[in-house]
């Protein structure tokens, strides 16, 4: 069996030189990472905005004695205050962050759109994420993801010369001065996030965010477990 032919004789062959084929190497690896970074940062931000449960709740729902039951609804009362506080503390950041993140995306998708319909286009989106996280957190995920992927098919198909990149970062540059538009859009979102939350534990019956409780190992029957920590 003859060996087979190096590398480089097999380019001679089909006549292109390795410089060629470096060069070509250095023009595409930047695409492929660029790609594939700007993908993997999408991925995990439209699943977290996308999520129902941005903050877990875990109640203790297994206590042996009178002493146990106390400490267990001193604990449980306690999650549930900071539940609470994380929904009016954390969440209107988490909002926030979202939300820069979508008008940035649309400052790039959408040019010639004024900044205050931009703005206003932004809050849309994710308010119709968060609602819908209620509804289907597939559904929600689909729309999240929505407006990321166009930009990676606009900058794809039109090349990167489509995105006007010192027009879209003035715009960006100008939110501050709206900033009074985008608090009252916060402060929109922030109750109605409570709303849609008690709402669902009216429907569920339900106050935990997790699954269905297990037995404790030590548990008696008749007792329930407690939730997985």
Excluded: C
Aim: hydrophobic content about 55%.
């Amino acid at each position: 069996m003859l060996p087979a032919p190096p590398p480089h004789a097999q380019l001679v062959a089909v006549r292109l030189s390795q410089s060629e084929v470096v060069a070509a190497w250095v023009e595409l690896l930047p695409y492929v990472l660029g790609i594939v970074v700007y993908l993997v940062f999408i991925f995990e931000f439209y699943r977290f905005v996308a999520r129902r449960d941005v903050f877990e709740l875990r109640l203790r729902r297994y206590a042996s004695g009178r002493l146990g039951r106390g400490i267990t609804a001193f604990e449980n009362a306690l999650r549930v205050v900071l539940y609470l506080l994380e929904h009016v503390v954390v969440y209107p950041v988490l909002i926030t962050v979202w939300y820069l993140v979508f008008v940035v995306l649309l400052a790039f998708l959408a040019r010639g759109l004024g900044i205050e319909t931009l703005l206003l286009v932004a809050m849309a989106v994710v308010a119709a994420v968060r609602v819908t996280a209620y509804y289907s957190e597939d559904l929600s995920r689909d729309l999240a993801k929505m407006l990321p992927l166009a930009l990676l098919g606009v900058v794809i198909l039109e090349g990167a010369s489509s995105v006007v990149v010192d027009e879209s970062l003035g715009i960006v540059a100008s939110i501050g001065v709206h900033w009074r538009q985008v608090l009252a859009y916060v402060l929109l979102l922030v109750p109605l996030e409570l709303v849609l939350r008690v709402a669902r534990i009216v429907v569920t019956g339900r106050l935990s965010t997790v699954g269905p409780t297990v037995p404790a190992p030590d548990s008696e029957p008749g007792e329930e477990g407690e939730t997985p920590e």
